[in-house]
């Protein structure tokens, strides 16, 4: 006699009994699934996208504490332009109403004054900033180095500085001759101290960052100090001189 238990059911009873196994595990398309999915997407298309972007700013290869450096620094920038922006329009607006014109415009153009006197090294400037001592006895410090501390004081939003007893402007050059530096012409010696106005506590941090002012002032076997200040004086004053070649370009006829 032939059996008909399941133990011995046909091929057509084993492929339907796959085929309803197989309905009962695939997945539901609910609106949660279609949701998450969505999600998945969304996501996966946002952070595909700030890889590029980093990717092409090249910032992937800085350290972290570069990087908070470069955020400050834009931050600072940021907030700078926009109080410039502010003032200008401010001013600008008090010229236009026609009221009291005369005394703003005065009052402006002193302020232009002001500022083009302290770039320019042609007036004393205070503030808030940071002094650098750089004790060097064997004379192991070059100008090349004085000047990496310069551009990186700048970079840190440095708007007046002084290194011994000469103002440090645009033109200021750094050379070393007979075995001493000379910075503008002028001969300074060690210990050398640099006065720097501006943000004094992104100023100290730049001076201290891996590989940075401080530590290659190490290596040369000087020794570094960073001083904060609340109350800083620059008073070295940069005489003009007229240029030999440039010449401004003349206003346009009305």
């Known amino acids: 006699m032939t059996s008909t238990g399941p133990e011995h059911a046909g091929p057509e009873d084993t492929s339907g009994s796959w085929s309803r196994l197989l309905r009962m595990a695939r997945p539901r398309a609910t609106r949660a699934n279609a949701f998450a999915a969505l999600l998945a997407i969304v996501l996966g298309f946002a952070i ?22 470069i955020l400050d620094d834009v931050s600072q920038e940021q907030d700078r332009l926009s109080n410039d922006r502010r003032e200008l329009e401010s001013s600008r607006d008090r010229l236009v109403s026609g009221v009291d014109s005369s005394a703003e415009a005065l009052k402006s153009a002193q302020e232009r004054l002001d500022t083009l006197g302290i770039l320019t090294g042609t007036v004393p400037a205070t503030g808030p900033g940071i002094v650098i001592n750089i004790n060097d006895p064997d004379h192991k410090v070059t100008a090349a180095r004085l000047l990496d501390a310069l551009q990186e004081l700048r ?54 960052i891996p590989g940075g002012v401080s530590e290659s002032v190490r290596g040369d076997g000087a020794i570094p100090s960073v001083r904060q200040s609340d109350n800083l004086a620059v008073t070295a004053l940069h005489s003009l001189s007229e240029p030999r070649y440039a010449r401004p370009v003349p206003a346009p006829s009305p």
């Open 155 to 208: 970079d840190a939003g440095a708007e007046a500085v002084q290194i011994g007893d000469v103002r440090v402007v645009s033109d200021t050059w750094f050379a070393d001759v007979d075995g001493a530096i000379e910075i503008g012409g002028e001969r300074v010696e060690p210990p050398y101290v640099i006065t720097a106005i501006g943000d004094s506590a992104t100023m100290a941090s730049a001076m201290e």
């Open 48 to 69: 595909a996208t700030q890889v590029q972007q980093t990717n092409q700013s090249g910032l992937e290869q800085l350290r972290e504490d570069e990087l908070v450096r």
